[in-house]
């Protein structure tokens, strides 16, 4: 700890302070040598951190700013990565705003996996603006694109769709949900070495017309990343229904998306994949939410349940699941929301808005990461594909955006 190494620290410096006084003679020059001893010592200690580790002492530094190599003996580093800054104002934003900013993977160290990665929200007074933030990851075709935050309502060709240089959904944040860390040996490979060389913000905004006159933020995200090679490759894919139509006055109203194993086989690289961790995702009306895998037409295991659900907060986390759910190729996944809408009045449809509603999930998988040949990442873009199963509003699969 921090402590314990002021602690070796000043007990180093008396001794050299005992010895440079036998050596002078004197006891005050010897102190005013040690002093400059330890001042020499801070400053070299300070470069050395901006030099090969790319930050500023207890900060991260952003993902552009990170070194390609590392020190001897460090494998683990933290980077940022952040939309802006940017400034709202009450009187002239429209309620739903979308942002993008792309950030520079290049410059992250050779071998480099994402291992955790928590949400750094910011906050006017007890309003949370943000509702979202998606995480996708990109190859260089996404060219100069959103280099500064900009709208992305128009959304394609940069998020997932055939022939979309960013190809999958990496991760996200929902409103009031934790930061995750992944299982020891596990990572999601990016930069060097790996198709994805860009990272892509895309940040949801929910702007009230009342409570606050200016807002600036810079949410985002803290990385941590290994350059320790991964015994597991982590890969996701997500299930987004557009169909969703609740009517209103029910107590219970169940809403069912099924990803067909014909859509599956194109979005996952292997025979067999194990699900390891979830995030189920709603608004407010939502009660209970579960995904099972269907085989031969029954439920062969449920990969994650929430029940109850509380809308936002603590249920919109990642979370790791109890052990590893397995999916053969034949199999479909199902999505299931309980929904609450006896205080509605009238239909509560699929948007992005307060007072419409989702039904969501995003699966992390893991595969071998001697499978390189079947990586997660290079299938998808071999296969022309995307990492979601999307049901259109006729309830049927999309192939695109």
Known sequence: SSLRISKLAVIRAGRVMVQLTSVFGDRKTAVWVTGWLCAAAVVLATCFRLLFLGQQPNSAPHLGEARRWLPPGVSRYNVTARLGPVSFRAADQKSVVFLCQQHDLRQLAKGSSIVAFEPSVTKVGNLQLVHHIDVFLCTNALGSAYQSPAPCDDVHPYIPSTGSPCATLAFAYDRGGRGLTLSKDSGIRV??????????????????????EHFEDNSGFELTLSTMPPQWVIGSLALLDFSLALPPHRRRWRHNTTCPSARLRQMLPLGQVEFVVAHLHAHTLAVRLWVDVMRDGKVAQTVARIDPFHGYGLDQSFFQLAAPVVLVAGDELQLHCDFDTLSKSQHTRYGVGEEDEMCAAVLMFRQPARSTEMASDRWLLQQHTTSLCLIGTDGKPMQDW
């Open 191 to 212: 930069g060097p070495g790996t198709p994805w060389d860009r990272l892509l913000l895309q940040v949801h905004y929910n702007i009230p017309s009342v409570g606050f």
